[in-house]
């Protein structure tokens, strides 16, 4: 008998078209709820007040005037409890992260490119059990 599972919804931010195409159609069969697809930061931006996810996944590198963690920052602003899983091949990205106090204490992951699948899926699970055992502690 196989456990019950949990179905999470996600906003996912990348330059690649290809990327998004995987990890949406990825996590779908996994049965999370793909709220929507983002190729720059400008248009999540504009929809985070719409409705909001359990779970940001979020590149560093962005086409335009933002880089993911600028993105970050935004979403935590308005939402200090968010979940964002950052997924770049940009391997200081948490280096980066440390020079921002808004990140501290948040709930946030690093995976580094390439990442495989079962990995994402890994990270979704820790970041939310994580954010149930804050909510519970308060």
């Not at 930061?41 to 963690?69: H, K, Q, S, T, W």
């Not at 997924?87 to 992951?109: C, G, M, P, R």
Request: glycine residues 2%; proline residues 3%; negative net charge.
């Amino acid at each position: 008998m196989e456990a019950t599972r949990e179905i999470f919804t996600i906003m996912i931010l990348d330059d690649e078209e290809d990327i998004l195409k995987l990890y949406n159609d990825y996590l779908s069969r996994k049965g999370h709820r793909i709220l929507r697809t983002y190729v720059n930061a400008d248009n999540i931006l504009e929809d985070i007040d719409i409705e909001c996810p359990d779970v940001y996944i979020i590149d560093y590198r962005l086409p335009g005037n933002m880089n993911g963690i600028e993105v970050a920052i935004e979403i935590l602003k308005k939402f200090p409890s968010a979940c964002i899983m950052f997924i770049t091949a940009f391997e200081l990205l948490e280096q980066e992260i440390s020079k921002h106090d808004i990140f501290y204490d948040k709930n946030i992951d690093v995976l580094v490119k390439p990442v495989k699948l079962v990995q994402i899926q890994n990270s979704l699970i820790n970041l939310l059990s994580k954010k149930e055992q804050i909510s519970m502690a308060l």
